[in-house]
């Protein structure tokens, strides 16, 4: 990680010896900073991760388009804008070839890790419904799809029987029981093949959880989305999936205690009320599929976890050996609690 500043400071117009660079929020992709002057001004600057974005300059693209098509129709909507360098480009790549970007930062502003009433997950699920509603009437192929296949879970699928294929006969044994539990919910990968070309494809952030919103400090009402690295074509699924996902259960991802993974009243419900109330052009076909939604990402999660699990943990951080078959079971738990949900039981396949 970048310890010294001072070029990609004076890349931005800042005189290093008048700012001061200090680590900000918890993210796992990017590396992020907060600058302030001694002036009182604050930026923050991200040292991208290019080994998952591979092509940064398409990230800034999309951001662009975004940004320009919501100043034409709501101009006062409170947007993360980038800072351009001195030569007036939206990204820096430094002398040891890493790329950065500075944008503007919220004073007064609160981010949570978690949320513990169904009042900001409604807020939650407002805001990123208000984002995709702006973005409702731009052309989609003026985007570019940053992590291609990233929610197809037909793709998702795939990856896990080739695991299973190929995995050693001690992690298959390990995994015997989950792997079956999983293969008998195939039939949300088939559901998924049947409505996925049905429903339009539209400009959603794709990585919508309360960390991805930054409240007032005082009021606690919605200030700005942030993190819009994957914003990109997708369909509503998505973002109201990852909301469902990450948002209507207080246990973590690797909660170890699968008694206590449990769906809480009501806030299904809210999230995608919350999600719908906001898009005044949501068609019949996705209002009906959206606590779908919820089912398609864990779903997906669990097998993405398994799949790792079963290829000798290469692509998730884990902590400890079967962290990530730990994290399957928990998503799995948590899957069979969202099938009893109201909004779901008996809703699907249809």
Not at 305 to 313: G, I, M, Y
Request: charged letters at 20%.
């Amino acid at each position: 990680m970048q310890t010294d500043f001072t070029e990609v400071i004076q890349a931005y117009g800042l005189q290093p010896n008048h700012c001061s660079v200090r680590p900000l929020g918890n993210g796992h992709i990017n590396h992020t900073f907060l600058v302030e002057t001694t002036k009182s001004q604050r930026y923050v600057l991200q040292q991208l991760n290019t080994d998952i974005f591979k092509k940064p300059e398409q990230i800034a693209h999309n951001w662009k388009m975004a940004k320009s098509h919501i100043e034409k129709i709501a101009p006062d909507y409170p947007m993360i804008a980038y800072t351009p360098t001195v030569k007036g480009e939206l990204l820096f790549v430094d002398s040891d070839n890493q790329t950065w970007r500075m944008t503007n930062y919220f004073d007064q502003t609160v981010c949570f890790e978690t949320l513990d009433n169904i009042d900001f997950a409604s807020k939650t699920a407002r805001a990123f419904g208000r984002f995709a509603a702006l973005l409702s009437q731009i052309d989609v192929n003026l985007f570019y799809e940053i992590l291609p296949d990233f929610h197809n879970l037909n793709y998702r699928q795939k990856q896990f029987d080739q695991a299973v294929a190929q995995a050693s006969a001690e992690r298959l044994n390990e995994a015997a029981g989950l792997i079956a539990r999983l293969n008998a919910n195939r039939w949300i990968t088939s559901f998924y093949n049947e409505v996925i070309h049905r429903l339009p494809r539209r400009i959603v952030h794709m990585d919508a959880k309360i960390s991805n919103v930054l409240f007032d400090v005082h009021q606690h009402e919605v200030r700005c989305l942030i993190d819009l690295d994957t914003l990109m074509p997708a369909t509503l699924l998505s973002d109201v999936g990852d909301m469902i996902r990450s948002m209507s259960c207080a246990a973590a991802e690797d909660e170890r205690d699968l008694s206590i993974i449990k769906i809480r009243p009501g806030f299904v419900e809210a999230i995608v009320s919350g999600y719908a109330a906001e898009i005044d052009d949501i068609q019949p076909i996705e209002k009906k599929l959206l606590p779908f939604g919820g089912l398609m990402l864990v779903y997906m999660q669990a097998l993405r976890f398994l799949t790792d699990f079963l290829e000798n943990d290469h692509y998730y951080h884990t902590r400890y050996p079967g962290h990530n078959l730990d994290r399957a079971r928990n998503q799995e738990t948590l899957l069979s609690e969202l099938l009893c949900e109201p909004l779901i039981f008996g809703k699907y396949p249809f």
